[in-house]
């Protein structure tokens, strides 16, 4: 049962340019929001965090939107930059439990 | 702060043979997390504990699937027997009571021929 979902498996932009990344969840009981990056052969580390309470969160190039009522939140990376290619994760928890992941979308940023 | 250290960093076993994966957390950290990564599922949580009771196993695959955390600074992962289907990343991370974030290990990677 996956809870949370990132549809696009990849995505590819041009340096400078805006990268939005996509993430739906299906559990109303998630009250934060993360996302992680993941370059190859390392584990996973935090980039950005957003509380059901906001709606925006912003911290320099990173950006991360939260639509409750569609479930929904994206992160938004502007200027784009080559070292910005990795794979994004998604994920949520509810009640500081548990944390639940998506499958994760690889950025290719093209110089 | 050494960061959650997990080992091995990178395992070779035939099918039917035991694993075990092992994870030091974060000092002072109260929560455990066991993750697994494969191309289909992402990052998919296995198993978590809090101050070393095991508190949702829910996403432990199979019965050859276990984990213990007998104190506050070791976890194991076992699969026994393994399978070339158990084939992936594992991963742990760590979090303390109070934050919303979780660290993880640099992540073992397990190839069952």
């Known amino acids: 049962d996956q809870q949370v979902k990132q549809n696009s498996p990849s995505l590819s932009v041009q340096e400078g340019r805006i990268s939005i990344l996509n993430c739906d969840y299906t559990?109303?009981?998630?009250?934060?929001f993360l996302w992680y990056k993941k370059y190859p052969a390392e584990g996973p580390t935090f980039l950005i965090s957003?509380?059901?309470?906001?709606d925006k969160n912003e911290d320099g190039r990173f950006t991360v939107f939260l639509n409750k009522s569609a479930k929904h939140l994206s992160l938004h990376i502007v200027p784009s930059q080559p070292g910005d290619s990795a794979v994004y994760f998604c994920?949520?928890?509810?009640?500081?439990?548990?944390?639940?992941f998506g499958a994760g979308t690889r950025l290719t940023v093209k110089p | 702060d050494a960061g959650v250290i997990q080992s091995p960093r990178h395992e070779v076993t035939e099918m039917g043979q035991e694993v075990t994966l092992r994870c030091k957390p974060i000092?002072?950290?109260?929560?455990l997390f066991w993750y697994r990564q494969t191309m289909m599922r992402g990052l998919e949580l296995l198993i978590y504990?809090?101050?070393?009771?095991?508190?949702?196993d829910s996403g432990m695959p199979e019965d050859r699937f276990s984990a213990k955390m007998p104190n506050a600074s070791f976890s194991t992962l076992k699969i026994q027997p393994s399978e070339p289907r158990d084939s992936a990343v594992y991963f742990c991370?760590?979090?303390?009571?109070?934050?919303?974030?979780?660290?993880f290990g640099e992540g073992s990677w397990l190839t069952v021929v």
């Open positions: 991370a760590s979090r303390d009571r109070s934050g919303n974030t979780i660290y």
């Open positions: 504990f809090n101050n070393n009771v095991p508190i949702d």
């Open positions: 559990n109303s009981m998630f009250d934060y």
């Open positions: 994920a949520a928890s509810a009640l500081n439990n548990d944390m639940r």
């Open positions: 000092s002072g950290h109260d929560y």
């Open positions: 957003i509380s059901s309470i906001k």
